[in-house]
C-alpha cells in the first residue's frame, strides 16, 4: 500500500510572544497509507489540533517535509496547494462550523461551489450523502433547527462533498452525547472504509481511537505509535 502522506522531521514552535516561544513537537516522522485510518490521542495543548492543520494545509510555519501524494508542499505555489486542500481534503470540527444563514443543502454544497459549471452535479452528489446520512429529510432546514448529531453529520457530508481522498477530523464527537458519538463515529469509519477514503482522527476517548488501524499517542513533543 502506497503512502498518500510522507511526513519527515517535522518541528513546529508556536510563538507565544516576542520573547516566548513553545515547542509544541520535533522530529515527527510518520507516513499515512492510502485509504486508512488513524487515531491520535493525547493530552490538551500537546499540539494535536496543530498538527492536523499542518496536514490539512492552513498551517504553514514548520519546519521539516510534508509530501502529499508524492508532491512536496514546500515546492509548489499557493494556487496548487489551494487545489490540493479543496479538494483532495475534507475537514470535520468538533464544533460542526456551519454557516447558520444557509440550510443544510447550502452548507453542503459550499465547498463545491468553486466549480459553479457543475451545479447539477454538485446537487445530485449532496442528495445522494444527505440520503446517506439519513438528513435527507432536513434539506431545506437551518442547521439552530437540528440536534447535534444532525449537525455533525451536516458537517461531515460537507467534508464529502468533493470526494477528497483524505479526511481530518477534531474531536468529531467532543459535542455530542455518548449514543449519538458512538453513532457518529461507527458510521463515519465504515463510510471512509467502503469508500477507500484516508482517515486522521483526534480523540480523547480510548475506545474510539482503538477503533482505527493506526494509533498514535502525542506527548513528549513527538508520536508514539500505540
Do not use: W
Amino acid at each position: 500500500m502506497s503512502n498518500l502522506i510522507e511526513i519527515k522531521n517535522l518541528k513546529k514552535i508556536y510563538n507565544v510572544s516576542d520573547n516566548n516561544k513553545l515547542l509544541l513537537f520535533e522530529n515527527l516522522n510518520f507516513n499515512i497509507p492510502r485509504n486508512s485510518i488513524t487515531s491520535i490521542i493525547g493530552p490538551s495543548g500537546c499540539g494535536k489540533s496543530t498538527l492536523l492543520n499542518i496536514l490539512g494545509l492552513l498551517d504553514f510555519s514548520f519546519e521539516g517535509d510534508y509530501f502529499f501524494d508524492g508532491i512536496s508542499i514546500k515546492q509548489i505555489n499557493d494556487n496548487q496547494i489551494n487545489k490540493i486542500r479543496n479538494q483532495k481534503i475534507g475537514f470535520v470540527h468538533q464544533f460542526f462550523h456551519l454557516i447558520p444563514e444557509l440550510t443544510v443543502m447550502e452548507n453542503v454544497i459550499l465547498p463545491a461551489l468553486v466549480d459553479k459549471d457543475n451545479i447539477t452535479k454538485i446537487n445530485n452528489d449532496a442528495n445522494d450523502l444527505l440520503k446517506t446520512f439519513e438528513i435527507y429529510d432536513k434539506k431545506n432546514m437551518k442547521p439552530n433547527k437540528l440536534s447535534g448529531g444532525e449537525q455533525q453529520r451536516v458537517a461531515i457530508a460537507r467534508s464529502l462533498i468533493n470526494k477528497p481522498n483524505f479526511i481530518l477530523a477534531d474531536e468529531m464527537t467532543g459535542n455530542l452525547d455518548e449514543k449519538t458519538s458512538d453513532e457518529i463515529i461507527n458510521f463515519f469509519l465504515k463510510f471512509v472504509t467502503n469508500h477507500n477514503i484516508s482517515l486522521m482522527y483526534v480523540t480523547h476517548n480510548q475506545i474510539y481511537a482503538d477503533m482505527a488501524k493506526t494509533k498514535y499517542e502525542l506527548k513528549n513533543k513527538n508520536l508514539f505509535l500505540k
